[in-house]
């Protein structure tokens, strides 16, 4: 890529940052700029040299909790996330989700503290949800309204954000199932629209705080191929895993090196 390329490509990140911004709501930029003096940004291997831009999916493992905020704080492309319909109801139906499926299910905490936890998180956590502007997601009939609104944003040249994992057992490094609800998505958008759209496949791993986003890949070739929906999620997850063992495992190996270093000084002294 040559100088001028370079400095196209950071001016396009620096929009789509602008635009991002724009979109949210005051009260949260303002949330997000604290948030960000907190943690700290990720190293972040963008394969698409800035030039993910338009219309859309972006998908991606969860990592629990760290994976959506992470995203949100730094991601260098805007989109609107989708997201459970439970986060954008009442204050009840936040509670009853927290406690009783995220605390306790997910993260596999105890009744005590997935209470503690879910009581000021199901205040606090509206506000976060608004201001990323979440599209609902359902699972029933409801989930064709979070496809109107996708392809809403579509036509409007933007991007969604979706995390499919399948995390009713809990969030997986490596991961184990992907919903196929975004393969549904870009199936339904193609035969309303005839765009084939691009699909992103992303990795956060906490730990090394380390963000890979790969190159797009359609899926109409896939499905061309006699592939179902189920196996066609199936080789996006296998993607996803296949960007942590080659993008991601350096970082795990080098953390590891320096966490032996230390403990070899430590018996030295």
């Known amino acids: 890529m040559s100088k001028e390329e370079k400095m196209d490509t950071k001016e396009k990140i620096k929009k789509?940052?602008?635009?991002?911004?724009?979109?949210?709501?005051?009260?949260?930029?303002?949330?997000k700029l604290l948030l960000k003096a907190i943690k700290k940004k990720p190293t972040i291997i963008d394969l698409n040299d800035g030039q993910a831009l338009g219309a859309g999916v972006f998908i991606s493992n969860h990592s629990a909790a760290s994976g959506p905020l992470v995203l949100e704080l730094y991601f260098p492309y805007y989109f609107t996330p989708w997201g459970t319909y439970e986060m954008n109801g009442n204050i009840k139906s936040?509670?009853?989700?927290l406690y009783h499926i995220y605390f306790q299910q997910k993260k596999h905490m105890s009744k005590f503290w997935s209470f503690?936890?879910?009581?000021?998180?199901?205040?606090?956590?509206?506000?976060?949800?608004?201001?990323?502007?979440?599209?609902?997601?359902?699972?029933?009939?409801?989930?064709?309204?979070?496809?109107?609104?996708?392809?809403?944003?579509f036509s409007s040249k933007e991007p969604v954000l979706i995390f499919p994992?399948?995390?009713?057992?809990?969030?997986?490094?490596?991961?184990?199932?992907?919903?196929?609800?975004?393969?549904?998505?870009?199936?339904?958008?193609?035969?309303?629209?005839?765009?084939?759209?691009?699909?992103?496949t992303c990795y956060y791993h906490k730990d090394t705080n380390?963000?890979?986003?790969?190159?797009?890949?359609?899926?109409?070739?896939?499905?061309?191929?006699?592939?179902?929906?189920?196996?066609?999620?199936?080789?996006?997850?296998?993607?996803?895993?296949?960007?942590?063992?080659?993008?991601?495992?350096?970082?795990?190996?080098?953390?590891?090196?320096?966490?032996?270093?230390?403990?070899?000084?430590k018996k030295s002294r």
């Open 210 to 265: 380390v963000l890979v986003i790969d190159k797009p890949e359609t899926i109409k070739p896939l499905l061309d191929k006699g592939m179902n929906e189920k196996e066609v999620a199936d080789y996006f997850k296998d993607k996803t895993n296949a960007l942590r063992e080659k993008y991601i495992t350096p970082f795990i190996k080098a953390k590891e090196e320096k966490v032996r270093d230390k403990k070899k000084r």
């Open 116 to 153: 503690v936890i879910s009581i000021p998180a199901c205040v606090i956590l509206k506000g976060f949800y608004n201001g990323m502007g979440l599209i609902s997601t359902y699972p029933d009939n409801r989930l064709f309204s979070s496809f109107k609104k996708s392809f809403e944003k």
């Open 165 to 200: 994992e399948n995390s009713s057992q809990g969030y997986k490094e490596i991961l184990e199932e992907y919903n196929p609800g975004f393969v549904s998505l870009s199936k339904m958008y193609f035969r309303k629209s005839n765009i084939d759209l691009p699909v992103y």
């Open 16 to 31: 789509a940052e602008k635009k991002k911004n724009k979109k949210r709501k005051p009260f949260f930029r303002f949330i």
């Open 94 to 97: 936040r509670f009853n989700y």
